[in-house]
């Protein structure tokens, strides 16, 4: 029987070692790590990651300033704000809820970002840190991704691994930090010929390609451990919606370990996000040269 990593319960003791550290941080310096998050329109999936966001920050001792902007913001809006925030000595961590309207450049606006608040990890420059392995701010899903197979396999070097996906937000970073661990890396994609033979070989596989049940029992290895960073929303039998991973979880019982989904990756991202919060202020208030555009 595969075991379950539970990533709710890694994310609980996560958060309780930040809380800690947080207070701590507080005490030394007088002020509060805190991060700005930013809403623009009423996506009611937004509304709900926001909110998520925001009670957490409170549970560890993080501050928390929310700015929502209606659907017909422009972008020289958002360019604005973020300018403010950047240059507030306040505020240690900016998050701007994605999607945005498509009035607005994305791209453009995470690149305005100042790096060293840039708690997603998405700036170039953070996504250049990564590449080259020195500092900079991680993606907090890959970041979960990590700890969460370090729990169960302490020494990642010398594995095979196979991602599957290759976006930006998961697939890349976490090709990226699986180098870095010194992980043999196959990353796959929808014009990857005979996925299935190349994830037998595989001693971890990282599912995050956004298809539900996509990667079946008979592909995976005996003894594999398996992060399934897919949340997909399908209707079961009874004509109800549910959550379902990439992997079909049902047929994995030979995997040496899994993470369930929901319960698993999911948890871990949100206190990343803490944790790059804390981590930014830190640096800040520190003058980490890790963080810096200019080190």
């Known amino acids: 029987m595969a075991k379950i990593i539970s990533g709710s319960a890694m994310a609980d003791r996560l958060m309780a070692t930040l809380a800690r550290d947080v207070a701590s941080f507080s005490r030394r310096n007088g002020c509060v790590p805190t991060l700005a998050a930013v809403l623009v329109g009423n996506d009611p999936a937004s509304e709900i990651y926001v909110r998520r966001k925001i009670s957490q920050c409170r549970k560890v001792g993080i501050g928390s300033i929310e700015h929502r902007y209606g659907a017909d913001c422009t972008e020289a809006e958002l360019r604005s704000l973020i300018g403010r925030l950047n240059s507030d000595s306040e505020v240690h961590g900016i998050l701007v809820q994605m999607p945005l309207p498509p009035q607005i450049d994305s791209a453009r606006i995470l690149d305005a970002i ?34 969460l197979l370090q729990s169960e396999l302490p020494g990642l070097k ?138």
């Open 158 to 295: 010398g594995k095979q691994a196979v991602v599957i996906g290759k976006s930006n937000i998961v697939g890349k970073p976490v090709a990226l930090l699986l180098l870095e661990q010194e992980c043999t890396v196959t990353v796959c994609h929808k014009y990857t010929q005979n996925l299935a033979d190349i994830c037998r070989h595989a001693d971890i596989v990282v599912a995050a390609a956004g298809s539900p049940n996509l990667v079946r029992g008979h592909w995976i290895k005996p003894g594999a451990v398996i992060i399934d960073v897919g949340i997909n929303r399908v209707q079961s039998e009874d004509g109800k919606q549910k959550i379902v991973g990439d992997v079909a979880a049902s047929e994995i019982d030979h995997a040496s370990a899994f993470t369930p989904v929901p319960g698993g990756v999911g948890p871990m991202t949100i206190a990343c996000l803490l944790l790059n919060t804390f981590k930014a202020a830190d640096g800040l208030v520190s003058h980490d040269p890790r963080l810096r555009v200019d080190a």
């Open 114 to 147: 100042d790096p060293v608040k840039d708690v997603d990890g998405f700036h170039p420059v953070n996504v250049g840190r990564l590449s080259t392995g020195t500092g900079g701010l991680i993606p907090c899903t890959p970041m979960g991704c990590l700890m």
